[in-house]
């Protein structure tokens, strides 16, 4: 089994200007929310808010101080902080987080030394006796994750200091019940707490973590996913996937193999028995679909924010242990079709133009994939939903996923715009990675300044080239050979490839790797993925089809269902470029042909509010 290491932090730089957006919009978001109003759910358990005036800005929706998943924000505040810090070096960031760690350990003192939540003590003894709390562990997670967070990527010593005194009342507490009924506890939603204390027994070594590690082993969801029974099936998704991502950390902390055969098991029901979207996510209103049978469930409440953003950390998961490339084209469509779908959308209305919505989108919890479906965009301090939360994760640190090392390996497992520095097998290599737009232009707006320069690129690509070509200088400094991996993605129609400007042969095909071995000094590698429109048919169909760019969905901007016709030409024949060009941009939008009423396609991740369907039902045209 193999044992990959992520590239991230400062080994990787990213320079995609779409992802640099992004993530400067999550750190704008992270930096306006106040302390005071972040911290409001545990200053007041802990009787350190003391006033007869609601606080200014006081958040409401899954935060408010009359909601049981009060307080949950935070903990994700805080680990998109320790994230975002990791891979920028942001101080601001950092000394607003670290302040928030120093009042956390304010309120664990006030509650007597070891409790530090934002809800009371008593909703776990609640659900203990069997009433209903509003899953109090998933919340109390998030505390846990964003204090650890804080610990190993921001280097935050009383993080841990807080989170380690927090679990000793979790070990005294859960031991006062019998294995039977402690399962019976776990059947309320834990949230990601088995991963916690897997964490936690690496960090720390104590024996208590290990015992909570087997004490939060959910029998139910385990032992039937390795008996291979159906265990997902209309069951709650987001319930069971941190717990999953659980079993994935204590399989990294023991070795035992029992854990990672629960997170195969649980990828093998969950995504290539049950199938997908054509955005590679799944899910509506939150929960599995029964196996290829998707047709039947679109609806506005498909494929949560959080699924995605926690099913992709299982695909880096997946992919660190077997090297396959299955988990990053997996990882690439998601981020596509749903970390940038899902959130932090900028509309572009330039001349003149206006638009009678806003002109952006900060989440929109779930994405409707029925027809005439438009997205919901949350507001900024007014619900909070968990979403809110796996938003401000997943837009934190954008260089992740990107390279893997190896023993004496380099995977580039994404294409965008940014550098890497690392040891690999005792030797630095270093790599700088650009997409080349083949636009021949610098001239990308009409307030564009700058050499206009007679450039031959231009006329040799008069049309879209329909290729993604990735330029890559590596240097290294050493006589070992290293072997350098290169994705070939699953959606590639063809694949180029020179090294120093001599053609290689490509033996890699669609959904596996390109492999170099050598002793890399400076050298150049050129490589192209030939692109087209592609089709996804939704599982539990005859005939509804969904149209791709490469690894993008598109969107056709319609009001309602429209059946599209065909004769006997293929059905990725339907579309054609529109508008492919404006000034310097390639614009990957089309336009159905052939039809009684035309419709624009637009990528998914570039719709705002607008009403668009994703499947359209495909027919035969009578004679």
């Not at 609601?54 to 935060?63: F, Q, S």
């Not at 996923?401 to 690392?422: K, P, R, V, W």
């Not at 120093?500 to 170099?516: Q, S, Y």
């Amino acid at each position: 089994m193999k044992k990959l290491d992520m590239a991230k932090g400062r080994r990787v730089t990213l320079y995609d200007s779409e992802l640099l957006r992004r993530r400067e919009e999550n750190r704008k978001y992270l930096l306006e929310l106040t302390d005071e109003n972040l911290l409001l759910p545990y200053t007041f358990e802990a009787g350190l808010y003391k006033t007869a005036e609601l606080p200014k800005g006081i958040h409401g929706g899954w935060e408010s101080p009359l909601c049981e998943l009060r307080g949950h924000f935070l903990g994700h505040w805080l680990s998109a902080a320790a994230m975002h810090y990791e891979a920028t070096g942001d101080r601001m960031v950092k000394a607003k987080a670290d302040d928030i760690v120093d009042r956390l350990s304010e309120c664990q003192e006030e509650n007597g030394g070891k409790w530090a939540a934002s809800i009371p003590q008593k909703y776990l003894y609640k659900i203990a006796g069997g009433k209903p709390v509003w899953a109090p562990q998933y919340t109390i997670h998030k505390t846990f994750m964003g204090l650890l967070d804080m610990y190993e990527l921001a280097g935050n010593e009383k993080a841990l200091e807080v989170a380690v005194s927090f679990g000793e009342w979790f070990h005294e507490w859960s031991g006062k019940y019998t294995r039977a009924q402690f399962q019976e506890i776990l059947d309320v939603e834990t949230g990601g707490m088995l991963e916690i204390w897997a964490i936690l027994y690496r960090i720390t070594g104590k024996l208590m973590f290990r015992e909570l590690m087997d004490r939060y082993y959910r029998e139910g969801l385990f032992d039937g996913l390795m008996a291979g029974r159906d265990v997902l099936t209309n069951m709650h998704a987001n319930t069971t996937i941190p717990e999953i991502l659980g079993a994935a950390a204590c399989f990294e902390v023991t070795g035992e193999e029992r854990y990672f055969e629960i997170v195969r098991a649980y990828w093998k029901q969950a995504v290539e028995e049950k199938g997908s979207y054509a955005t590679g996510g799944q899910t509506c209103g939150e929960i599995w679909s029964p196996n290829q049978d998707l047709a039947v469930r679109l609806g506005d409440k498909n494929q949560e924010h959080c699924t995605v953003y926690n099913m992709m950390r299982l695909a880096d998961f997946l992919f660190r242990h077997t090297g396959d490339a299955a988990y990053m084209d997996y990882w690439e469509k998601n981020l596509y079709n749903g970390v940038m779908a899902q959130g932090y959308w900028q509309g572009s209305f330039t001349h003149g133009n206006k638009s009678e919505y806003p002109t952006d989108g900060l989440l929109t919890y779930f994405l409707p994939l029925r027809a005439g479906g438009r997205k919901a965009w949350s507001s900024r301090t007014q619900d909070f939903f968990c979403c809110h939360g796996s938003l401000v994760q997943a837009n934190a640190a954008h260089n992740t996923c990107f390279y893997y090392e190896g023993e004496n390996q380099l995977y580039i497992c994404q294409y965008f715009a940014s550098d890497y520095t690392g040891n690999i097998g005792g030797q630095q290599i270093s790599v700088k990675q650009r997409i080349n737009p083949l636009n021949g232009s610098k001239h990308l707006a009409s307030d564009s300044s700058g050499v206009q320069r007679i450039n031959p690129i231009c006329s040799a690509y008069p049309n879209n080239p329909r290729k993604l070509v990735c330029e890559l200088q590596i240097e290294g400094q050493g006589e070992q050979e290293t072997e350098i991996l290169l994705r070939v993605p699953v959606w590639a129609q063809s694949v180029r490839l020179t090294v120093n400007g001599k053609e290689e042969t490509a033996e890699g095909t669609p959904g596996t790797f390109l492999k170099l071995r050598r002793v890399w000094k400076q050298d150049e590698i050129h490589l192209e993925f030939g692109k087209r429109i592609t089709v996804d048919h939704l599982p539990g169909s005859d005939n509804m089809t969904a149209f791709l760019d490469g690894p993008v969905v598109l969107a056709g901007l319609c009001e309602e269902e429209r059946i599209l016709y065909v004769d006997e030409e293929p059905e990725e024949e339907l579309l054609v470029a529109d508008n492919e060009r404006e000034w310097g941009n390639w614009m990957n939008t089309y336009k159905t042909v052939r039809q009684d009423r035309g419709i624009r396609f637009v990528p998914l991740y570039q719709v705002g509010y607008e009403r668009y369907a994703v499947y359209f039902p495909i027919e035969k045209r009578r004679r």
